[in-house]
């Protein structure tokens, strides 16, 4: 079965380029998740989606970021202008969510962003 | 709310050795509690699960019982490997199944 995938694996660009990222999660997950991952900060909950719609953004950065899913099968986290704080390790996740509480998050492999 | 407190990292033990990653939880209800692992360079990857209380969730060598009495779900491995390196997260997900909690990690290193 194929898992959460996510694109690009890597990505460096330039202060103030746009930034797409991508994620396709495991069919039939109602529930998506994108976090952020730093030395820093640890592990970091930006935005969460039920049945394709945004259920939580507080975790969101800032009006820089923004998060789309048009279908159950698809969701981008933007980021617009990018900064060099940014660079992290981004992932998406996804689970079969509502009253099946025992049902675990499933991770991808993560996008690697580099602002420079 | 909810959240999830584990022990601070790192941890540093000699091949097989006995792990314990303490984690201890708060929450309404009956939530339902898990253990992931993260090797360098990839995402999490699920360990071990736990739905109800005294459940054992085990995998791998790894086991953590649900323990509502004193809200915690800690980590054990009795002989560690070099290959069991790598960060471990405590999690928890609410009894709606509408809220998943993360702890902070906990770094683990195992030395030949």
């Known amino acids: 079965d194929a898992g959460v995938i996510q694109s690009p694996r890597h990505e460096v660009t330039e202060m103030g380029q746009e930034v797409t990222l991508r994620c396709k999660p495991i069919s039939g997950h109602n529930s998506l998740f994108w976090y952020r991952q730093t030395m820093m900060r640890g592990l970091e909950l930006l935005i969460y989606?039920?049945?394709?719609?945004?259920?939580?953004d507080s975790g969101m950065p800032e009006d820089r970021f923004s998060a789309k899913m048009p279908n159950a099968s698809f969701s981008t986290l933007k980021i617009q202008p990018s900064e060099p704080r940014d660079s992290a390790v981004y992932f998406c996740?996804?689970?079969?969510?509502?009253?099946?509480?025992?049902?675990?998050?499933?991770f991808g492999d993560g996008t690697r962003l580099s602002i420079l | 709310g909810d959240s999830v407190t584990q022990m601070e990292g790192p941890v540093t033990l000699s091949e097989e050795a006995f792990l314990t990653i303490n984690c201890t939880y708060t929450a309404t209800g009956y939530p339902s509690l898990f253990w992931y692992v993260q090797y360098p360079g990839e995402g999490l990857q699920l360990l071990l699960k736990a739905t109800k209380a005294d459940d054992k969730g085990s995998n791998k060598g790894f086991e953590a019982t649900y323990r509502k009495e004193t809200t915690s779900f800690h980590l054990e491995k009795g002989s560690v490997q070099v290959s069991d390196s790598a960060v471990y997260f405590c999690?928890?997900?609410?009894?709606?199944?509408?809220?998943?909690?993360f702890g902070t990690g906990t770094s683990l290193t195992v030395i030949p």
């Open positions: 989606f039920n049945n394709n719609v945004p259920i939580d």
């Open positions: 999690a928890l997900s609410d009894q709606g199944g509408n809220q998943f909690y």
């Open positions: 996740a996804s689970s079969y969510g509502g009253q099946l509480s025992n049902q675990p998050q499933h």
